[in-house]
């Protein structure tokens, strides 16, 4: 059983930064495709980056690339999202998800994607 956990998330002002984890069960970062998707009340599910597996190759959501980051830690079963220069629009809950074979062209795609965490709220507000 997949098991994916967030954390990191929290209220920041804006043009500051966060770094969410998620945390996830033993063997997962060797085998899934990792991506983070988020959601704001009343809206579709965002894709936001994303990182194959294997290869490590990553991908990110329009205009999100050079203010956030994913990285993966193998050895701790760690992925994170750095966020920087955060909006107001950044706003949203932020979901970890794994997904086993995934390809370059669906790693946008949240539909292919087998596990999903619960999601950790972050708040950008002066």
């Known amino acids: 059983q997949v098991k994916l956990v967030e954390s990191g998330g929290g209220l920041v002002q804006p043009g500051g930064s966060l770094r969410l984890s998620c945390t996830t069960s033993e063997g997962t970062v060797n085998r899934y495709a990792m991506g983070w998707f988020r959601q704001t009340p009343g809206n579709d599910r965002e894709f936001v980056a994303a990182?194959?597996?294997?290869?490590?190759?990553?991908a990110y959501g329009d205009s999100l690339k050079g203010r956030f980051t994913i990285s993966r830690v193998n050895a701790k079963g760690m992925v994170y999202l750095q966020l920087n220069s955060l909006k107001p629009e950044d706003t949203a809950v932020y979901y970890c998800?794994?997904?086993?074979?995934?390809?370059?062209?669906?790693?946008?795609?949240?539909?292919?994607?087998?596990?999903w965490g619960q999601g950790t709220q972050v708040t950008v507000s002066s």
């Open positions: 990182m194959k597996w294997p290869g490590g190759s990553t």
């Open positions: 998800a794994a997904g086993a074979g995934l390809v370059t062209s669906n790693l946008r795609n949240g539909a292919a994607y087998d596990y």
